[in-house]
């Protein structure tokens, strides 16, 4: 115990680590790792997995120049860093005691004083990217952010925070993992769900795991990370195309579509649930840009397809919220029709919120897809909006942007992944 | 055990049944009795309760004269009988073989073919109101099914069932939970998620059950009753204004809001997990009528206001699925202002589908209340769409429409009801 050991697997992955007690329920050969990030790791030794004791005490990290691990903030500029973007939202919001209600922070000043603990990993640079409740955010805000990760991951970065209102988190988490490319670490949204002078606030526990979390060696991608469950210290890691904020306001608000997040954080402890995207070696890039001319619409009984036909009448795409396995009234069926006619891609995808969307099941379905209507398999209708907008961003060709909205690009289309593998 | 006994409790309410064996984990004083409708009830005694021994073997329902438990049909006319109202959707549909979809059965004798056993706890009298796919019915539809179910009660009917596509049934059942009043008998929608001539249909027991829950003798709401879970012989009894179809394609796609169903049947067993409606002496009337000038709007980052604005401009009503709490961007605060100085109503719930929407949390909740935005606390926003139709049905007075809102009628606010007691 307290060894610095390298562990390297049979198909030539390398962990370093120190040595800690393994949970009581492990197995004898399974050991378990506290990595430099701060995390535990338990790995199940295998006959061709190789364990080296290494000389000297604190754990190196594995892609990064070893790290004295101290409190000692005037070396922070040699040290690893992670940018923390602010845009707003209660995890940087106070209550006003004049209305009683809740308003944004106005400066860093304000946000740094609520964490006086978020560089104790480490140095953290912040970046005030807005300061609105994510009600107020819009896709060109997206764009801004995406640029701005660009940015601080080509000033080297380790990785990225992204404190934001939770309202809309799942909308911009999803609308990053399009944009962005060749991630050289984390992207970690996070929020919270009461505010930071409130006694039950989420706010600390969240924002210290995110920064944590944008630390870690390995990760990738986009993600959004929150409360899970009713305990104090335990969280999700959700992927950012596969989230929804699904409670109004308890702490666990976010859900996973379909099943467990990629990852589940437990105290110290980090276990990944699912295949997550590695580090790439960079450099971060946009891709594209996104094209707003598209909305959602919610079919519903009653919706008069006149008002239907003039609510998508001049725009590039739409993203229909049917019922079930995907259906709409067939009255609407003329409109659907004349607008793909026109250019408009009209995408399908179910208000149930879980399970897939259909076209093969009813004659509903089958009516629609001949009509063009194209099925977006099980994505949430805010995850196929955000990925229309980047669609639409790419190409001026309906067939190419239906082309692109098929194409799998940032783990999105989880009906297609039948087994998953420990990440 | 098999002793027809007579329990009087202390608040003088009636139960007659067998007792038949408790459960391994009830009390010494809980006593278990199957009643005349086939199911068993666990009644905790106090000491004010009153046991009598009747004498003769089968129970008799509370309410109605007493019943001859046979398989005798032809005795129909003069025993009490459920109504059975075919709308329509999965539940009355077949698999075409031509196109591989499943098509509606388009006539009666295509139903009762499908269930042979329907009637062997009575009579059931069946009705076609409508042979569509639940995405085609519309807010007149809800309208001549209220009217049916006044109609067949007046006849005499004990309860009814609605056979209903699953994709809008949570809509239908809202809807009728506002028109009807006095129900004398219980009105349980069924449906089922896989057609009847599939082996894994949910069909059969779907509605066999639905029959039996029809003549209960003591339900008198609208209720959705469908399978929970993933066992065979599970069901869940939604209240008609807390449930919502939450998946696209499993058995128990429905879900009751913010809590457990009203009801769940294991087996033989009913239980409630909350307060029910009592059976009214009737007779069941309709109150008043829908107005079909509103519709659902979903607010997403980068929704156009001036696009917003012309979607609702010309109906007396709409319910906006905000964010969180019941949110969306204050640039829609103008046309909101004209759609309200014009009389339209327009209601704020969440699009998180769980949790309150509640205006006095943040800024902006307050900003739309202040601007008349009417908050339609725990409301789906179809409960709340389905309540809109109706209080637009009852006045053309803004004021009146806005106070029907608030008003409780259906079980449909549970914020309201915090201690919930067994039924």
């Known amino acids: 115990m307290g060894q610095l050991v390298q562990i390297t697997t049979g198909e030539g992955r390398v962990w370093r680590g120190t040595l800690v007690p393994s949970h009581e329920l492990s197995g004898e050969r399974i050991v378990q790792l506290k990595l430099e990030s701060g995390y535990n790791v338990g790995l199940h030794l295998g006959p061709s997995d190789r364990v080296e004791a290494l000389p ?15 409190n000692d903030r005037s070396t922070a500029e040699d040290r690893p860093w992670i ?75 380790q990785g990225v925070v992204v404190t934001h209102g939770t309202d809309t988190m799942a909308y911009t988490s999803a609308a990053l993992a399009f ?38 060696p390995d990760l990738g991608e986009v993600v959004v990370l929150m409360h899970e469950g009713l305990s104090d210290d335990r969280f999700a890691v959700h992927r950012g195309t596969r989230v929804r904020k699904m409670h109004s306001s308890r702490r666990d608000a976010f859900r996973s579509r379909d099943g467990p997040p990629l990852g589940s954080i437990d105290g110290e402890t980090l276990t990944f ?46 993203v229909i919220a049917g019922t079930g396995l995907g259906h709409m009234s067939l009255e609407h069926l003329p409109w659907i029709r004349s607008a793909i006619a026109e250019g408009t891609v ?14 093969y099941v009813y004659s509903t379905g089958r009516e629609l897809l001949r009509a063009g209507v194209l099925y977006g398999e099980d994505l949430h209708p805010e995850t196929a ?34 087994a998953v593998e420990p990440g």
Not at 284 to 307: E, N, Q, V
Not at 402 to 417: D, I, Q, V
């Open 346 to 359: 009209v995408v399908m995808t179910t208000q149930c919120l879980a399970g897939p969307s259909d076209p």
């Open 56 to 70: 000297g005490a604190p754990a190196a990290p594995e892609k990064e120049a070893p790290a004295t691990r101290t």
């Open 273 to 318: 649930c699912g295949d997550f995207r590695h580090r790439s070696n960079g450099p971060a890039r946009l891709s594209g840009t996104l094209d707003p001319r598209a909305s959602i619409l919610w079919f519903h009984p009653g919706l008069d397809p006149l008002r239907a036909a003039a609510f998508v009448k001049g725009q590039r795409g739409v």
């Open 385 to 418: 909006y955000a990925k229309l907008l980047w669609a639409l961003g790419q190409s001026n060709d309906p067939a190419e942007v239906r082309r692109r909205m098929l194409e799998e690009r940032a783990g999105e289309f989880e009906a297609r992944h039948q």
């Open 83 to 157: 940018a923390l973007l602010s845009t707003g939202g209660t995890i940087a919001s106070r209550v006003d005691y004049r209305t009683g209600g809740v308003r944004p922070v106005r400066t860093e000043r304000e946000v740094l004083g609520f964490f006086p603990d978020l560089d104790k990993d480490g140095p953290v640079r912040m970046v005030t990217v807005s300061d609105r409740l994510s009600e107020e955010i819009r896709p060109e805000d997206w764009l801004s952010l995406a640029r701005e990760i660009v940015r601080v991951f080509g000033e080297g970065a």
């Open 179 to 216: 944009l962005l490319e060749d991630l050289p670490g984390p992207v970690v949204l996070v929020g919270s769900q009461r505010s930071p002078d409130r006694p039950s606030s989420d706010a600390f526990t969240n924002i210290v795991q995110a920064a944590r979390l944008a630390r870690h």
